[in-house]
Antibody, heavy 121, light 108 residues
Framework: QVQLVQSGSQLKKPGASVKVSCKAS????????INWVRQAPGQGLEWMGW????????SYAQDFTGRFVFSLDTSVSTAYLQINYLASEDTAVYYC??????????????WGQGTLLTVSS | SYGLTQAPSVSVSPGQTATITCSGE??????VCWYQQQPGQSPLVVIY???RRPSGIPERFFGSHSGNTATLTIRETQTIDEADYYC???????????FGGGTKLTVL
């Protein structure tokens, strides 16, 4: 069965960096793109962008350019989210999600369990 | 890009029908999907392509779309349906994903 397993919770200090992993199994990794979604405490879902797992090309939502980096290691079917220069506002749960795309249809059919990032001094 | 608008909360009595709407400019030319998020859980798609149910989703969940408004209808609502519900659309031109702000469904 399809699974996306994310790395565990992290506590970081402001100004540090973090790298969250999302390991896929149960399907051919390079046939579905991976999207990243942020959910701040008590807030809604916020789309961060996606990475094309066949080409490695990332695309970032408008509010997630600069400090955010999507990457892959296809040899281990894993996507990564790196956030640099962390600030308290980055405290959130971060989800990876597999994307089903066909013509004009696009939705997230499988999600990781989420990674809680806490940024605090 | 633009956002999608949902009411923050909806309340329904058990056994009744819950209706959650999602509206946005130019939504009429996009497919809409709906996610259910239980407390402390990852979102789960309950409707995709406006009105299709993934396997395992009860037939009580029904999606519809007319013009710039999409609707998630939950018939014979049960207490287990209490959750946050998010609509989502995809702009095929910009390839941006759009989320609604979420609706908290209370069943009491």
């Amino acid at each position: 069965q399809v699974q996306l397993v994310q790395s565990g919770s992290q506590l970081k200090k402001p100004g540090a960096s973090v790298k969250v992993s999302c390991k896929a199994s149960g399907y051919t990794f390079t046939t579905f793109s991976i999207n990243w979604v942020r959910q701040a405490p008590g807030q809604g879902l916020e789309w961060m962008g996606w990475i094309d797992t066949s080409s490695g090309k990332p695309s970032y939502a408008q509010d997630f350019t600069g400090r955010f980096v999507f990457s892959l290691d296809t040899s281990v079917s894993t996507a990564y989210l790196q956030i640099n220069y962390l600030a308290s506002e980055d405290t959130a749960v971060y989800y990876c999600a597999r994307t089903y795309n066909w013509r004009y249809v696009s939705y997230f059919d499988h999600w990781g369990q989420g990674t809680l990032l806490t940024v605090s001094s | 890009s633009y956002g999608l608008t949902q009411a923050p909360s909806v309340s329904v009595s058990p056994g009744q029908t819950a209706t959650i709407t999602c509206s946005g400019e130019n939504l009429d030319d996009k497919y809409v999907c709906w996610y259910q998020q239980q407390p402390g859980q990852s979102p789960l798609v309950v409707i995709y392509q406006d009105n299709r149910r993934p396997s395992g989703i009860p037939e009580r969940f029904f999606g519809s779309h007319s013009g710039n408004t999409a609707t998630l209808t939950i018939r014979e609502t049960q207490t287990i349906d209490e959750a946050d519900y998010y609509c989502q659309a995809w702009d095929s031109g910009t390839r941006d994903v759009l989320f609604g702000g979420g609706t908290k469904l209370t069943v009491l």
